[in-house]
């Protein structure tokens, strides 16, 4: 075999011998990728730690449940001749509730972290109706309406500015926690079920909280107003508001619900259902029907950031593969080290994305990001393939995946759609410009 034919020979299998490397050099590219990943990860699980810690001192969620009226009675038993006497509990639940609360946001800092806390003004009335005793089979002379009292649910009860106090007919009452935890309650003169008709308790709440307020639907018809300076709100729950009005001052909902839309009945036995902490996953938990608001801040860089890395590697592979046509068009040669630095670069944008977006926003922080990325790689290719046309046509190349991946982050129930009419129109050029490749 001359030289002729071994030059030949080196000279076909140089670009299979090349874009092998460059194919491993995008493998070890994924490495850096997947801490960078990790990175985010971790400044993500620090804000909400500094999230938690913040909500800790002033309150946590707050979701209020009530008011609910407890009336204990007794029922006899005998075994082997010994009678035995067991304490019950009727859980009342009222018929109609009328709430309006007044959101007023407060935002925080903790180190370069964010919260979002409130101050809440809420006013409940409640008008009850005669239970119908006899659907509980509880027979009504067992009832001990002496030891009844009226129980309020607060998730978080640190959040409380003042005590509360109910008003019913001439009565002032003020509720304490009852037993431990997050229910209060206090004892009420009521002589029989007839006096619960139309029987009306109202109270007023300073409640502290942070990020979320949600009211249970105990009424058998209840109404929900909520208003708020807050410009950002998210609503959730249950339910979704009849009627919203969001504005750069604030805004105001409606929520308006019935006991058919619920997973809990007006009146029940023992702990058949109970109030505890909101999407617990337990059937007889009615908090699970709660709805209102979440107070959030809007800008969430993380979250974008974390979909953005999942780009990578596309990002890698496509200006890989055009750095490589550009320099096979341009007859000039590459070394793969050149390429890795080039990936490198590729890499950094992401970190210097994640950095840049904890103090100055995502969309800006991607912006010069970008910028100083396309910059860098253009520079760096201009040098060494001596053309300022090749340099312009990789950075043209760059901004126009940048764009592209961008447009994606944003549009997010679309992304699927744009990804991959992208992609086709991406291997259309290639397919078009490797035509002039020899073998």
Not at 218 to 228: A, C, D, L, N, R
Not at 270 to 282: H, I, R, S, T, Y
Request: aromatic share 12%; proline share 4%; hydrophobic share 45%.
């Amino acid at each position: 075999m001359n030289t002729t034919t071994i030059n030949q020979l080196w000279t076909k299998s140089k670009v299979l011998i090349k874009s092998f490397i460059v194919l491993v050099i995008f493998l070890l590219l994924q490495i850096p990728a997947l801490y960078v990943k990790s990175l985010v990860e971790e400044r993500e699980a620090r804000q909400k730690d500094a999230i938690a810690e913040v909500s800790s001192k002033w309150a946590s969620k707050q979701t209020v449940a009530g008011p609910m009226i407890v009336v204990p009675y007794y029922e006899r038993s005998t075994s082997n001749n010994e009678q035995t006497i067991q304490k019950h509990l009727l859980t009342i639940l009222p018929g109609e509730l009328k709430i309006t609360a007044e959101v007023q946001p407060q935002e925080k800092s903790r180190g370069i972290y964010k919260v979002m806390l409130y101050h809440s003004s809420i006013h409940i009335a409640a008008k009850f109706q005669q239970p119908d005793i006899n659907k509980l089979n509880i027979p009504i002379e067992s009832l001990v309406w002496k030891e009844a009292y009226i129980k309020l649910f607060v998730a978080d009860v640190k959040g409380l500015d003042d005590e509360i106090k109910i008003k019913y007919q001439n009565q002032q009452l003020q509720l304490s926690p009852f037993e431990v935890g997050q229910e209060l309650s206090s004892p009420v003169q009521i002589n029989s079920p007839g006096e619960l008709d139309n029987a009306e308790f109202s109270t007023d709440i300073s409640l502290n909280g942070s990020e979320q307020l949600l009211f249970t639907p105990v009424g058998k018809s209840t109404s929900v107003e909520m208003h708020s300076a807050w410009p950002h709100p998210s609503f959730t729950g249950d339910i979704l508001p009849q009627r919203t009005q969001v504005h750069n001052n604030g805004f105001n909902a409606e929520w308006k619900s019935f006991s058919h839309k619920r997973n809990f009945p007006q009146q029940w036995k023992d702990n058949n259902f109970k109030a505890d902490e909101p999407n617990a996953g337990e059937t007889a938990n009615i908090n699970s029907s709660a709805f209102g608001a979440d107070f959030f801040i809007p800008v969430n860089g993380y979250q974008k950031t974390l979909r953005s890395v999942k780009y990578a590697a596309l990002c890698i592979i496509l200006t890989f593969a055009a750095f490589f046509l550009i320099e096979t068009n341009n007859k000039k040669s590459v070394h793969p080290f050149h390429y890795l630095l080039v990936g490198v670069a590729l890499i950094l944008f992401y970190t210097l994305l994640l950095s840049l977006s904890e103090y100055i926003g995502f969309n800006l922080s991607y912006f010069v990001a970008a910028a100083a990325t396309i910059a860098l790689v253009g520079w760096f290719v201009s040098g060494l393939l001596q053309s300022l046309k090749a340099s312009s046509l990789l950075s043209a190349i760059l901004v126009l995946l940048y764009t592209y991946i961008f447009t994606i982050l944003q549009l997010q129930d679309y992304s699927l759609l744009l990804g991959s009419v992208g992609l086709f129109i991406t291997l259309a050029v290639i397919m078009h410009f490797s035509k002039k490749m020899q073998w």
